[in-house]
């Protein structure tokens, strides 16, 4: 048998028809129809319903950097109190808050939300699939997520936003040394992020065992999948913790429990343990995505695959997994017995051996191929120089003794921004500048995105080496202010200089982005010539994504044929694939050879995960502010909006008829 | 021609013993990791702190025997699953250099088989060194705390 023959899988037939394979002309009848099926309604209608991943993905997208910015302007307030020695810009009890509130921001509200947003957004694309396995789920994840940051705010401008740093320590934290709101909004926010998180990351996990194309078998799937897949997998059991650990802490302040109370037999220490069991994972939970990013797009700039494929896939597992037994090293200072520091420093030392991995493989990639310089690889280029700078810091500070004296100073300042910013935020921005034409239609503009890479590596740099030295000098972290006399005051008056040059890089790109989003030049489907699936549709995609369901022979399906040594006897077939367009559906395949088993049923766009995020969120102002009535009164609207949600619908195959099991297929929502 | 024969064929290596095999060695040295992890340490703080006070020595006097114990069972199984990564990267090899195979399910399964048992070499690795690491860390100091 030829294996060019159409791959005609059996799909199991009591759930449903047998698809037809076929294609669909651009601008035909059937694809108007298509197009009728999976339209948002126009308005504040459709803006309120919506449940197209794309629209939420860009949502996700736009809040994190409006996150990004308010933190941004919050970090440069510190540095100017900062700038020099006695200064009295900021009181003590501000810069706590605007410490706490940026480094919140920049972890919590920033960094994991804006590679959600690119995951949303380009997974079914990467995959080859029409939504999100959940799509209604996905919105109520992007309700609650923006609910929970504007509640974490509510009392910033009262002066009683949170003040004890983004880990917020007992007894500090607690009911006799913090006696305001503030860190009730702080724990009361973090378990309402959590939901958000949790349901996101379970549609991920879903998302990728379920809606490849098929063809995609497990080898196949994109870098960014599997990172965005890790860093999920690790939130579901990560997020628990720490959601624990700020409901505890409640308890302790508002109904007189006594969790974390010495005077009480309470144990300060298990704040710290149930914080950074979920910490340490968060940090890696930050970064593989972003990681993958890089996998995925730098490939493009180097004209060839990523090297060491199998290699990336499993150094960023690896980490993930390492990444749950390293938590003690942020509580090496705090009297644990020497085996466990010992055990727990060793394992962080291991994690270099999967980041290095992975560091070989770009620059290996860089080596191989013939490095096109647009902004994208800049940025990408720029990004493997800071990850290695800000992962030596990181083995250092893995050493214990080491790590007795740098603790609490400012080279723990340097290290976490250098991998944050490093491993983050320049491929965040590099991100843009690649997908932007997908995003928009439109390219940005090369002259500002190169003035833009160059203003913020080299205001990065400038900002935040000499931090390293400012620690080394013995300056601590968390500090309003310094007496001259401590030698201090040159470092940080170069630090501050530093981090307006690159806040003014960060703004060159955000005027690069609203100039090009209206008059940027037209992009065609694929303006980079790249090789991932994505690239197949056109820019922006229409709201099916896919016209027909593709079949894929390999992991760079819009390469196929050009690369050399490559097994020729498959192509991935694009135009030509599962005719599905009963309603709204989608392949479901299996998970991991993808093999195509059922018609998924998709949802309608719906209020009610506005509604259900909406009234959750109100339940817990209505904790926050112990107004019992108003609680249960939103406790019980949130339960009516979930059933109205979850209600069995007949167009879902949810309902069965009297002639067995559903005449139409398989929701893909739950029941 | 006859599509399900392409699908009952394509799905036959999932189905195999080689299933088996194929998990292990890609969960058993992380498993075996996870293992020492969560012993070791809870060990030895109840060691040495397994009340108000911390002890200057542990409760029991060979607990870093016990401790090596666990680090060298703990490296046995993730050596084992690394053999096991082995041994299935090898059989594929032999698989794919004969030709006469080409229609059987190493070639069927598009290179799926190659990529997981090559991620099973490669966790087995890093999770032996991880093992490695640890049992050195455990054996290298003094059990109880350098505070008192
Ligand atoms: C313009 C860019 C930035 C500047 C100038 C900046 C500056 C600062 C400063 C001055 C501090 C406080 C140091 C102290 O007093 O202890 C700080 C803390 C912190 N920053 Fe940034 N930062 C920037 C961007 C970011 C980004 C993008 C992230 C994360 C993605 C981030 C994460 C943090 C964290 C987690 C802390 C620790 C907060 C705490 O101690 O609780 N920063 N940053
Ligand atoms: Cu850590």
């Known amino acids: 048998m030829a294996a060019t023959d159409a791959p005609q899988y059996r799909i199991d037939p009591p759930l449903e028809r047998i698809p037809e394979m076929g294609r669909i002309p651009a601008g035909s009848a059937i694809e108007a129809r298509l197009e009728k099926i999976w339209e948002t309604a126009p308005g504040w209608r459709g803006w309120l319903s919506t449940v197209d991943h794309k629209t939420i993905g860009v949502r996700y997208l736009v809040t994190a950097f409006l996150f990004l910015v308010i933190g941004g302007i919050e970090a440069l307030f510190l540095r100017i109190q900062l700038a020099g020695p006695d200064m009295a810009f900021l009181t003590p009890e501000q810069y ?30 990467l995959l080859g699939s029409r939504d ?6 996905n919105a109520l994840s992007y309700w609650i997520f923006l609910f929970a940051g504007l509640f974490m705010y509510i009392s910033f401008p009262l002066g009683q936003a949170p003040n004890a740093g983004w880990f917020n320590y007992v007894p500090f934290s607690g009911p006799i040394y913090n006696t305001g709101p503030n860190i009730d909004v702080f724990a009361l926010g973090m378990v309402l992020l959590g939901i958000s998180t949790t349901v996101g990351s379970i549609n991920f996990v879903v998302t990728l065992f379920r809606m490849r194309a098929p063809g995609m078998t497990i080898n196949r799937v994109p870098i960014l999948v599997w990172g965005t897949l890790t860093a999920s997998v690790a939130n579901l059991f990560a997020i628990p913790a720490v959601s624990l650990a700020f409901f505890l802490l409640w308890l302790d302040r508002q109904i007189g429990a006594h969790f974390f109370d010495v005077a009480n037999n309470g144990q300060p220490l298990l704040w710290q343990h149930l914080f950074w069991i979920f910490g340490h994972p968060w940090v890696y939970v930050v970064v593989l995505p972003a990681m993958g990013i ?5 490939p493009t700039f180097c004209r060839r695959p990523l090297v060491g494929y199998t290699a990336v896939a499993l150094a960023t597992m690896a980490t993930m997994l390492l990444g749950f037994g390293v938590w003690v090293h942020h509580m090496f200072a705090t009297g644990l017995p020497t085996v466990a520091l010992s055990i727990f420093g060793a394992a962080s030392m291991v994690i270099s051996i999967p980041s290095a991995v992975a560091v070989f493989a770009w620059i290996a990639t860089i080596w191989l191929g013939k490095p096109v310089f647009k902004t994208p690889f800049l940025f990408f280029a720029g990004f493997v120089a800071l990850f290695i700078i800000g992962g030596m810091s990181g083995v250092m500070t893995a050493a214990v003794p080491l790590d007795w004296q740098l603790n609490e100073t400012y080279f723990i300042v340097a290290h976490l921004h250098y991998v944050l910013l490093g491993i983050n935020v320049f491929p965040v921005v590099g991100a843009i500048y690649y997908w932007f034409p997908k995003f928009t239609g439109r390219m940005m503009s090369e002259k500002l995105g190169k003035w833009s890479f160059w203003t913020m590596f080299i205001g990065f740099n400038a900002g935040f080496f000499p931090m390293h030295i400012a620690g080394l000098l013995g300056m601590p972290r968390r500090i309003y202010t310094y007496p001259s006399r401590m030698g201090w005051d040159e470092v940080n008056l170069i630090t501050t200089v530093g981090s307006f040059i690159f806040a003014v890089g960060v703004l060159i790109f955000l005027v690069n982005v609203v100039l090009s989003v209206k008059r940027g030049a037209r992009a065609g489907a694929n303006p980079w010539d790249a090789p991932t699936l994505e690239w197949a549709v056109s820019s922006p995609p229409p709201a099916y994504n896919f016209a027909t369901i593709p079949t894929i022979a390999s992991r760079h399906p819009l390469w196929e044929g050009r690369i050399e040594g490559e097994e020729e006897h498959s192509r991935t077939k694009l135009e030509e694939g599962y005719l599905l367009m009963r309603g709204r559906e989608t392949l479901g395949t299996s998970p991991i050879d993808a093999k195509p088993v059922v018609i998924l049923k998709m949802p309608e766009d719906s209020y009610t995960p506005f509604l259900v995020g909406l009234f959750v969120s109100l339940l817990f102002v209505g904790l926050l502010l112990h107004s019992w009535t108003f609680t249960a009164l939103m406790a019980a609207l949130s339960c009516a909006a979930l059933s109205s949600w979850m209600w069995p619908r007949r167009k879902l195959g949810q309902r069965t008829t009297r002639h067995g099991p559903a005449s139409a297929g398989r929701g893909g929502e739950g029941p | 021609m006859d599509a399900r024969q392409t699908v009952s064929t394509e799905h036959h290596f999932l189905h195999s013993p080689q299933r088996i095999r194929t998990l ?6 992380p498993g075996a990791w996870v293992m020492q992890m969560a012993l070791t340490p809870p060990i030895a703080a109840y060691a040495c702190y397994p009340h108000q006070f911390p002890l200057p020595v542990p409760l029991w006097p060979g607990l870093t025997a016990i401790l090596a114990t666990i680090g060298f069972v703990c490296l046995a199984g993730a050596l084992f699953s690394g053999y096991i990564a082995l041994a299935s990267w090898r059989s594929l090899a032999r698989y794919s250099k004969d030709a006469s195979n080409k229609q059987l399910p190493f070639q069927k399964d598009e290179g799926q ?25 455990v054996l290298s100091i003094r059990s109880c705390s350098a505070w008192i």
């Open chain 1, 294 to 298: 890089v996998s995925d797009a730098l």
């Open chain 1, 132 to 137: 999100m396995a959940f799509p209604r789920l």
């Open chain 2, 113 to 137: 088989a190659r990529f997981l048992t090559m991620l099973g070499m490669m966790s087995s690795f890093v999770f032996i060194v991880a093992i490695l690491f640890n049992t050195f860390a």
């Open chain 1, 96 to 125: 706590n808050q605007l410490f706490t509130m940026h480094g919140v921001t920049m972890i919590f509200l920033y960094a994991l939300p804006v590679l959600s947003g690119f995951s949303n957004y380009l997974w079914p694309l």
């Open chain 2, 24 to 29: 292990l060695a890609l969960f058993g040295a």
